[in-house]
């Protein structure tokens, strides 16, 4: 889900006469669409071919807290969140604990970002206190006082070795089970068997234990700044993952094409 595609949904359904001339605004039509989204995804089959729904639907609202940009999408899950009822929801708040230099952790940023949070009509259930490094027992005493949570209820989140091993850490506090609880689902315990195994063959593959290596050329008229094209840099490194290969990027500025001329010199 976009902006973009959420106002232009909205800009078609108007030219329609959907709303029957009335005048379009960002409450109701903005937040209504946004609702009906996230309703009509999480009746999405979880395979194709399978009539079988996800127990639950996982929705991340990116940005910052405050932010004008994101103040519809907050104001449609404070929306959503009484439509579907308390037992039905569960609001995950992650926010950065930042390190001085002279080593002190501050929990500044988290009391404040759940503050900010409270103002949109949304209070968490949990926080996760995202750090470089481990979070003191203080600081989350601290963040859970001003959040009006048990200190149960507020995670550590410090740089890992690997990306992938976050869910494992989470799983390590008793998060999946907290989560569970909260939603009234039936208590079960998180089978991580599968992640363990993906984890294993990330870190095989990235430190290039006896994998072959395979070179993708990538034609791009932004070469000199790949950030222009992270998605799809992140889907080729995942998919290696699955592949068994060690993958090499060759970056090739589309300059050096014309439409009469190419040149394969350019990928060896």
Same mark, same amino acid.
């Given at each position: 889900?976009?902006? *973009?595609?959420?106002?232009?949904?909205?800009?078609?359904?108007?030219?329609?006469?959907?709303?029957?001339?009335? %005048?379009?605004?960002? !409450?109701?039509?903005?937040?209504?669409?946004? !609702?009906?989204?996230?309703? /009509? @995804?999480?009746?999405?089959?979880?395979?194709?071919?399978?009539?079988?729904?996800?127990?639950?639907?996982?929705?991340?609202?990116? #940005? @910052?807290? *405050?932010? =004008?940009?994101?103040?519809?999408?907050?104001?449609?899950?404070?929306?959503?969140? +009484?439509?579907? *009822?308390?037992?039905?929801?569960?609001?995950?708040?992650?926010?950065?604990?930042?390190?001085?230099?002279?080593?002190? $952790?501050? &929990?500044?940023?988290? $009391?404040?970002?759940?503050?900010?949070?409270?103002? %949109? #009509?949304? &209070?968490?259930?949990?926080?996760?206190?995202?750090? /470089?490094?481990?979070? %003191?027992?203080?600081?989350?005493?601290?963040?859970?006082?001003? /959040?009006?949570?048990?200190?149960?209820?507020?995670?550590?989140?410090?740089?890992?070795?690997?990306?992938?091993?976050?869910?494992?850490?989470?799983?390590?506090? *008793?998060?999946?089970?907290?989560?569970?609880?909260?939603?009234?689902?039936?208590?079960?315990?998180?089978?991580?068997?599968?992640?363990?195994?993906? +984890?294993?063959?990330?870190?095989?593959?990235?430190? #290039?234990? /006896?994998?072959?290596?395979? $070179?993708?050329?990538?034609? #791009?008229?932004?070469?000199?700044?790949?950030?222009?094209?992270? &998605?799809?840099?992140?889907? =080729?490194?995942?998919?290696?993952?699955?592949?068994?290969?060690?993958?090499?990027?060759?970056?090739?500025?589309? &300059?050096?094409?014309?439409?009469? %001329?190419?040149?394969? @010199?350019?990928?060896?």
């Amino acid at each position: 889900i976009t902006t *973009g595609k959420i106002y232009m949904s909205v800009i078609n359904k108007e030219r329609k006469g959907d709303y029957l001339g009335r %005048t379009v605004q960002v !409450i109701p039509h903005i937040t209504n669409e946004i !609702i009906g989204w996230i309703e /009509s @995804t999480a009746q999405l089959p979880v395979q194709k071919g399978s009539k079988d729904i996800a127990d639950i639907c996982l929705v991340e609202i990116g #940005g @910052t807290v *405050g932010d =004008l940009e994101s103040g519809c999408y907050y104001e449609a899950i404070r929306q959503l969140m +009484l439509k579907i *009822g308390k037992d039905n929801y569960c609001l995950i708040y992650v926010s950065y604990v930042p390190v001085l230099k002279g080593g002190d $952790q501050k &929990s500044k940023p988290a $009391q404040h970002g759940v503050k900010e949070l409270r103002v %949109t #009509g949304l &209070s968490p259930d949990f926080v996760v206190c995202r750090c /470089s490094e481990p979070t %003191t027992l203080e600081i989350r005493q601290k963040v859970a006082l001003f /959040s009006n949570l048990e200190i149960d209820k507020v995670f550590d989140a410090p740089d890992l070795a690997h990306i992938f091993e976050v869910p494992m850490y989470l799983n390590k506090q *008793g998060l999946a089970e907290k989560v569970a609880k909260r939603l009234a689902l039936e208590p079960r315990v998180a089978n991580l068997s599968k992640w363990d195994k993906l +984890l294993a063959q990330a870190l095989k593959i990235e430190k #290039g234990i /006896s994998i072959p290596p395979i $070179q993708v050329a990538f034609v #791009g008229k932004y070469t000199g700044f790949q950030d222009s094209y992270l &998605s799809v840099i992140k889907a =080729l490194q995942f998919a290696r993952y699955f592949g068994d290969v060690n993958l090499k990027i060759k970056w090739i500025e589309a &300059s050096l094409f014309d439409q009469a %001329t190419v040149s394969y @010199t350019h990928l060896t």
